[in-house]
């Protein structure tokens, strides 16, 4: 099935970490073709460098991608952040001569690569934003949906959101509702 990347337009790093779904305990690439990333690349709200990648280089950007989930979960959970992670992240930024400017109105700032284009500066942008949400204290409320078919970051409006979505919070509450029919099953049975 065709992605539709409706869950786009959050953090770029969230969007990012955001390209992959877990399903059933396991985890469903989204841009496992350089196609899917083509896909990703149009839906995606921010404004990053056109690259036309090729295989090799789209296995890196999904290991750019996996050292963001690494780095995400672990400050989501409160643990320690993975350091081998850390430094590809900050690889990545040297690499793709990432800078931060001063935006045009106060308060804003913008991301913008030292090099020519192409990868590196899209891997060095991506990485940037990771170290944007990362840095901050708060983690701009960064949680993990629980709900099946799901896994992904959201931003949480509430401080105990479990959802990242309303569909999601239907279908966590139908999964609960048919598990708590099986056991009850189960007992009658007994
Ligand atoms: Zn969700």
Redesign the pocket.
């Known amino acids: 099935m065709k992605t539709t990347w409706a869950w786009l337009g959050d953090h770029l790093a969230v969007d990012f970490a955001n390209t992959i779904k877990v399903v059933d305990n396991s985890t469903i690439e989204l841009i496992g073709s350089v196609e899917e990333f083509h896909d990703w690349h149009e839906a995606e709200p921010a404004d990053l460098p056109t690259v036309v990648l090729t295989s090799e280089s789209l296995r890196d950007l999904r290991n750019l991608r996996d050292c963001a989930l690494r780095l995400l979960h672990a400050a989501c959970d409160d643990r320690t952040l993975p350091q081998a992670d850390v430094a590809t992240i900050n690889e990545a930024i040297e690499i793709g001569g990432t800078l931060r400017l001063l935006g045009s109105a106060a308060g804003t700032s913008r991301l913008q690569s030292a090099s020519e284009g192409g990868f590196d500066a899209l891997a060095g942008l991506l990485a940037a934003a990771v170290v944007d949400l990362l840095a901050r204290e708060d983690l701009a409320n960064i949680a993990v949906?629980s709900?099946p078919s799901?896994?992904?970051f959201?931003h949480r409006a509430r401080p105990n959101q479990m959802?990242?979505?309303p569909?999601?919070g239907n279908r966590a509450r139908v999964d609960r509702h048919r598990h708590r029919r099986m056991d009850a099953t189960g007992m009658a049975r007994r």
Request: proline share 0%; net charge neutral; glycine share 18%.
């Open positions: 949906c709900a799901c896994g992904q959201f959802w990242c979505s569909g999601c």
